[in-house]
T-cell receptor, first 116, second 113 residues
């Protein structure tokens, strides 16, 4: 069983550019969430995808968008990068199932994005 | 979403039991309480989840009083490798599977030799 992987590990972009971050979910998982974590802060929820459709979104502008593919891998796209977008971007996969309560999420190691 | 409040930091000696308390006064009826652990430069790792009373697994226990306005994560006999940030989350998921979870700042636990 492989864990959640993310690429690239580190990335440096210039303000105004666009970036695509990638995530490969844990085998068998059908739900993926993306988080932004600024230095010294907890992760902030960006959005969640379930079976290729966005089914939840946090307080992030539309220039943050995503995709989930049939093999449950996913992408996070950020347009018109701003300096404040510099952060660790985390992907988390989970298996939507019957029952109660939030799903246990399995996080990847993250992509460190620096915007200059 | 219910807001959570945790101590910003805690120190403990190796081998001691550590209890981290989280306050969530506005917890909703259907909300669950979940704890995650995060090491530097890594993603958070699920520790434990509960709804009421006591839950125990191989790494921790979670104590939830009857009013559910707080919860306590208990780590038995901590070691240096338990030095990390611990997050308390309160939330639920809807019928469509959507789970908007909110991480706070977390509690930075430093284990001292």
């Amino acid at each position: 069983e492989t864990g959640v992987t993310q690429s690239p590990t580190h990335l440096i972009k210039t303000r105004g550019q666009q970036v695509t971050l990638r995530c490969s979910s844990q085998s068998g998982h059908n739900t993926v969430s993306w988080y932004q974590q600024a230095l010294g802060q907890g992760p902030q929820f960006i959005f969640q995808y379930y079976r290729e459709e966005e089914n939840g979104r946090g307080n992030f502008p539309p220039r943050f968008s995503g995709l989930q593919f049939p093999n449950y891998s996913s992408e996070l796209n950020v347009n018109a990068l701003e300096l404040d977008d510099s952060a660790l971007y985390l992907c988390a996969s989970s298996l939507a199932r019957t029952g109660l309560g939030p799903y246990e999420q399995y996080f990847g190691p993250g992509t460190r994005l620096t915007v200059t | 979403l219910a807001k959570t409040t945790q101590p910003i930091s805690m120190d403990s000696y190796e081998g001691q039991e550590v209890n981290i308390t989280c306050s969530h006064n506005n917890i909703a009826t259907n909300d669950y309480i979940t704890w995650y652990q995060q090491f530097p430069s890594q993603g958070p790792r699920f520790i434990i989840q509960g709804y009421k009373t006591k839950v125990t697994n191989e790494v921790a226990s979670l104590f939830i009083p009857a009013d559910r306005k707080s919860s306590t994560l208990s780590l038995p006999r901590v070691s240096l490798s338990d030095t990390a940030v611990y997050y308390c989350l309160v939330g639920d998921r809807d019928s469509g599977g959507y789970q908007k979870v909110t991480f706070g700042i977390g509690t930075k636990l430093q284990v001292i030799p």
